[in-house]
């Protein structure tokens, strides 16, 4: 792993994890807003909208508390600790991948691709249940391509011989 490819990751880890965590804390606002509102009110449409938006708001506090001590770890210690390893790296990625997959999915396949606010009376907060599920498909790509940013350090990182319990960034700076 070359020193510019290095530089490349020691900026582009925290503008990524850093986006994620935005988003997800925008989202994790959304959904428990909207839950508290469905929870007090009971106007849910159907008691499956209400299970989607508690898992979104699973995942994205799942991904602000565990992608915060990634960016954090990776801040302290690089290229000298196993939880910022490319391995590790790698699960919890994959991991948040899957959730995010399922949560944009999920939430999707509920409101059949998006609700149009301005030509339907039935959905109660249609503008916040939108919101969800577009930061959920943003969170999704965003989490995406950083598991592919990954993959690649991980393929470089074999070939150099550091393996995969490697750091993503060299031990020399």
């Not at 070359?2 to 582009?12: I, K, M």
């Not at 898992?55 to 602000?64: E, M, N, P």
């Not at 770890?73 to 790296?89: C, D, K, Q, R, Y």
């Not at 059949?112 to 009376?121: M, R, T, V």
């Amino acid at each position: 792993m070359g020193a510019g490819s290095d530089s490349t990751v020691r900026r582009a880890h925290p503008i990524l994890f850093g986006s994620i965590i935005l988003f997800s804390i925008i989202e994790m606002c959304i959904a428990a807003w909207l839950l508290s509102r469905y929870n007090t009110r009971h106007n849910y449409p159907f008691p499956s909208v209400r299970i989607r938006v508690r898992y979104i708001l699973f995942c994205s506090v799942w991904t602000i508390v565990v992608g915060t001590i990634f960016l954090v770890l990776f801040w302290v210690t690089a290229a000298g600790s196993i939880f910022t390893s490319v391995a590790a790296h790698f699960i919890f990625l994959f991991i948040t991948f899957v959730f995010w997959i399922a949560a944009a999915a999920a939430i999707t396949e509920t409101l059949g691709g998006g609700l149009s606010c301005s030509h339907q009376n039935f959905w109660a907060y249609c503008g916040q249940l939108n919101a969800i599920e577009g930061f959920a498909w943003m969170i999704w790509i965003l989490v995406f391509f950083t598991l592919i940013m990954v993959i690649i350090r991980g393929i470089a990182a074999a070939r150099s011989g550091g393996g995969y319990g490697g750091g993503l960034v060299s031990n020399t700076a």
